[in-house]
């Protein structure tokens, strides 16, 4: 399992640390640890007991669609998470984040006047790049078939970060 949300119950292993669940999943950052965590971990310097998940947004239907699974997310209490806005639509997407309530925590801003496609994919990929190895998710989700959902899985995939797709068919 990529994230383990069985609790340990707080227990603590031996000198202290954070016990393993009830399935022997290790915490993050112990030694030979999948990538797992267990709501029971103590808190530590540079542990996350939350499960952190970038939701990236660019166009319009893009933010329709993953506002409830933000909204969602955000209300299961076990997830940190970030939305990113490319505004690769500026004007249609604003529009629609502000009707839902949703304040993207990224803003890339990367569209230009006349921007080739080829120049908006190269932004983003360098863009994408820089946020996800500052942000550090657990994973990234995306919706749609544009340039920004492109570069996200690119970049994701490059980085070795778990890319999901939302009504992947």
Not at 89 to 104: N, S
Request: proline share 7%; aromatic share 4%.
């Amino acid at each position: 399992a990529e994230f383990c949300l069985r609790p340990s119950g707080g227990a603590k292993g031996a000198g202290g640390a954070p016990a393993r669940c009830a399935a022997g999943c290790a915490p993050r950052g112990a030694r030979g640890a999948s990538p797992v965590y267990t709501r029971g971990a103590l808190r530590r310097p540079g542990w996350r007991l939350s499960r952190r998940v970038v939701c990236v947004v660019g166009t319009r239907p893009e933010a329709i669609k993953m506002a409830p699974v933000i909204r969602r997310l955000r209300d299961d209490g076990g997830f940190d998470v970030r939305v990113l806005a490319t505004a690769q639509h500026r004007h249609l997407l604003d529009q629609v984040l502000r009707g839902i309530g949703i304040e993207p925590d990224i803003d890339l801003n990367v569209m230009r006047p006349n921007q080739a496609l080829n120049t908006l994919a190269a932004r983003l990929l360098l863009d994408f790049d820089e946020v996800l190895q500052a942000e550090r998710p657990d994973a990234v989700l995306a919706q749609g078939d544009t340039t920004t959902v492109m570069t996200a899985a690119l970049a994701c995939f490059h980085l070795r970060i778990p890319f999901g797709h939302v009504e992947a068919g």
